[in-house]
């Protein structure tokens, strides 16, 4: 079959790969690239390119991430890979590679281990909607030694499933421990997809009992059906963090900031939002690069004209909404990552009551911390839950990032898991 064009105008999904270390998750990554060269004519990356991934920063933390890229018959996918486990944490909380969709990569051969269940938890925790199962290593588990180190596993399964021993199978096994993990943190367990095959096999270009590409091509088919198209930024209820604020005599007030969704056009009511009480306000002009336009656009940079505002009633911090779409919050649970001494983080822990102040989007803003039952204390490099009360009212929504600083400094990084007041 001739290659095709790589064609611009296909839809974009990012997706990535999640799972315990050693799981198999870079030669899937390097096996994915391989089958859709073959199949659908993309680019193909080979394993030792994505293993030396490149560090790259995200609100001040270094993370080491490999973005590959690959084609369906109908999408283009952006896939990250990250190699080490506190680079998933990060590169989740941080979002610096979102995902549309994720691949649970999970060894056939050995079941769920503690970072496949830390990383589905996570997933949920930073608003990952979709994850796909990819069952590795499924062509080691006919080797009979293997079985036997995983019977102790097996017999604790049975015994919470009631199965007779002898006629249980392997694969049936992991699978529904794998779907049961899911459940447990609000994914469809019964309804996930889970596809079994080999990913070294495919890599190798092998396919004994369609374990190799095969199974490879099913799992791309499973994301093009199962992970439906991601909502465009632009079609979002409009939201601009403001930046910066200028007096215009004879104009009025004009806020500048990146849109970051929606559309504004000149005649919309809008509110602004954050740090004080919630206003309303109507756009009677948008320009950028000193040109009047009609509308602002999601990823633009631009400055909004707003009728009857004054100078002093608005600051950096706020945002611009279309009227209803976002509230005021100061209380919140969030998923943090703390960055080590290594990283230029905190050298000492941190306890119940710290009070750094927390940077979203365009402002910082002091807030109290307190720990989970039974936590102490948060050591430098620890990923932890806590509840966080700010001082001042912030525009928030659940899966909002932020980054946690002391003094201008970054010290840790952290998402929004769920709004309390």
Do not use: W
């Not at 995200?58 to 084609?71: F, P």
């Not at 199962?133 to 030694?145: H, M």
């Not at 049936?172 to 997809?193: A, I, K, Q």
């Amino acid at each position: 079959m001739a290659k095709e064009k790589f064609d611009r105008t296909l839809p974009h999904v990012n997706v990535g790969t999640i799972g315990h270390v050693d799981h198999g998750k870079t030669t899937l990554t390097a096996a994915l690239t391989r089958v859709c060269s073959e199949v659908f004519g993309s680019a193909r990356v080979d394993f030792d390119k994505i293993d030396s991934a490149p560090e790259e920063k995200a609100r001040g933390i270094t993370i080491n991430t490999a973005h590959v890229e690959y084609n369906s018959l109908t999408r283009h996918y952006a896939h990250v890979d990250c190699p080490g486990h506190a680079d998933y944490v990060k590169n989740m909380i941080t979002g610096a590679a979102q995902m549309d969709g994720a691949i649970l990569v999970c060894s056939a051969a050995d079941g769920p281990m503690p970072q496949t269940r830390e990383h589905i938890l996570l997933s949920r925790q930073v608003g990952v909607p979709y994850i796909v199962v990819f069952l590795n290593k499924a062509d080691l588990v006919d080797d009979a030694e293997l079985l036997e180190l995983v019977e102790m596993e097996v017999r604790d399964l049975l015994s919470t499933y009631d199965f007779p021993g002898d006629d249980a199978e392997l694969l049936e096994l992991v699978e529904m421990e794998v779907r049961d993990l899911l459940s447990t943190y609000d994914f469809p367990g019964d309804d996930t997809p889970i596809i079994i095959g080999s990913a070294r096999m495919a890599l190798e270009g092998k396919d004994d009992n369609e374990m190799g590409t095969t199974a490879v091509r099913k799992l791309v088919e499973t994301l093009d059906s199962y992970i439906p198209q991601p909502e465009r930024a632009v079609d979002k209820p409009f939201l601009m963090p403001i930046e910066d604020v200028f007096s215009i005599s004879g104009r009025g007030t004009v806020v500048t900031g990146r849109v970051e969704r929606g559309i504004v056009k000149v005649q919309d009511p809008l509110e602004i939002v954050g740090l004080r009480d919630t206003t309303v306000t109507t756009c009677t002009g948008v320009e950028m690069f000193r040109k009047l336009l009609d509308e602002g656009r999601a990823g633009e940079n631009c400055g909004v004209l707003l009728r009857g505002t004054k100078r002093d009633d608005v600051e950096r911090g706020q945002v611009l909404v279309k009227p209803g779409t976002v509230k005021p919050h100061t209380q919140f649970e969030a998923e943090i990552y703390v960055l080590s001494k290594e990283e230029g983080g905190r050298h000492t822990p941190f306890f119940k009551g710290y009070r750094p102040q927390f940077y979203f989007r365009t402002t910082d803003v002091t807030g109290s911390c307190e720990l989970p039952e039974g936590v102490e204390m948060v050591m430098p490099g620890d990923n932890v839950k806590v509840s966080v009360t700010l001082i001042k009212p912030i525009a928030m929504e659940d899966g909002l990032r932020f980054a946690i600083r002391e003094g201008g400094r970054t010290v840790g990084a952290g998402v929004v898991a769920k709004i309390i007041a």
